[in-house]
């Protein structure tokens, strides 16, 4: 008896890790135009993928005081505010703040300086140094001008936010932060009964909350028809409470819609899925409050420098 379900479990997990390395091969084949790209001069590419660095006080942006934001050369995503912009006098444009959740910090190879990268895309943008008291912030982004582009302020994008449910909210992020026209995300709980709840409560199953993500998107380069068909086609719709190999209610499948058009554009989603043979079980809720996880859950995948291990791209549109 001991044997045969040794054997059952084996298989068990034979078969539930095969499936998400099946999904994880599957997430090469990300339609383009999520990730489509502004065509880079040479000089661009040198600085902005291959991470050079521009010549001091030669940059567009360096003596520049107009008002608006300074966003990515490459993807576009917002990423410095113009009021926390400052002269630090080193040669390049800085700042003592980012939008949040748009730049990324990574320790250089050498462990002397700390690179900065466009969260949405990875672009090279600088590098970011503390402790030196120029601005209360006590934080510099020293970045390439190069890196930037400018949208004055009156024609920022507009944008709109949605919140999605399914399954490990870190697979989810994963993915939605590669859309292009993704602005900003956070990953949290929602739907439940308890207010400020934290991670070890939704595990327990006692709060009735989902793990959640909110994603801020540019209306002028997205919609959200193409953010919700991206979180149908990375993640399994027709699973109930779990996503691979998790498992737990926090896991259910769910749109949150802000707006009846968010409403309608989901079931009209739905009704092509199952028109072509998903058995979708993903619910379609009104928003509720959405609580922010903790710090160490946001984007952990970037932070892990890992990949999902039960979400992956599958074309279902």
Same mark, same amino acid.
């Given at each position: 008896m001991f044997g045969k379900f040794t054997i059952f479990i084996l298989a068990f997990t034979f078969i539930a890790f095969a499936g998400c390395t099946q999904r994880q091969n599957q997430s090469a084949s990300i339609p383009q135009k999520n990730m489509k790209f502004k065509q880079l001069t040479p000089e661009e590419e040198r600085v902005i993928v291959h991470?050079? @660095?521009?010549?001091?006080? @030669?940059?567009?942006?360096? &003596?520049f005081n107009e008002t608006g934001t300074y966003i990515c050369k490459r993807c576009g995503a917002p990423l410095y505010r113009s009021g926390d912009k400052f002269d630090a006098r080193c040669g390049w444009p800085s700042f003592d703040d980012e939008v949040p959740g748009a730049v990324k910090r990574i320790?250089?190879?050498? !462990?002397?300086? #700390?690179? *900065?990268?466009?969260?949405s895309c990875g672009a090279h943008l600088?590098?970011?140094?503390?402790?030196?008291g120029l601005t209360p912030k006590d934080t510099r982004h020293c970045v390439n001008s190069i890196s930037l582009d400018f949208v004055p302020a009156g024609s920022e994008a507009q944008t709109d936010t949605a919140i999605f449910a399914g399954g490990c909210f870190w697979g989810v992020e994963y993915y939605m932060k590669k859309i292009n026209g993704v602005i900003s995300t956070e990953v949290g709980y929602t739907g439940g009964k308890t207010d400020h709840p934290d991670y070890k409560q939704v595990c327990s199953g006692t709060t009735g909350h989902y793990e959640a993500i909110e994603v801020v998107f540019d209306l002028h380069r997205t919609s959200f028809e193409e953010v919700a068909k991206m979180f149908f086609e990375t993640h399994d719709p @027709?699973?109930?409470?779990?996503? !691979?190999?998790d498992w737990g209610e926090q896991y259910r499948s769910a749109v949150f819609y802000k707006t009846a058009e968010q409403k309608a *554009? #989901?079931? &009209?989603? *739905?009704?092509?899925?199952?028109e072509k043979g998903y058995k979708v079980v993903t619910e379609v809720l009104p928003a509720k409050t959405f609580w922010k996880a903790e710090d160490y859950h946001q984007d952990y995948y970037d932070h892990k420098g890992a990949t999902p291990y039960c979400h992956?791209?599958?074309?279902?549109?």
């Open positions: 991470k050079g @660095t521009e010549v001091p006080f @030669t940059g567009k942006y360096e &003596k320790p250089d190879a050498d !462990g002397m300086r #700390t690179e *900065i990268e466009c969260a600088g590098h970011v140094f503390l402790g030196e @027709t699973e109930w409470n779990h996503q !691979g190999p *554009i #989901t079931k &009209k989603l *739905i009704r092509l899925l199952k992956g791209y599958v074309k279902r549109f």
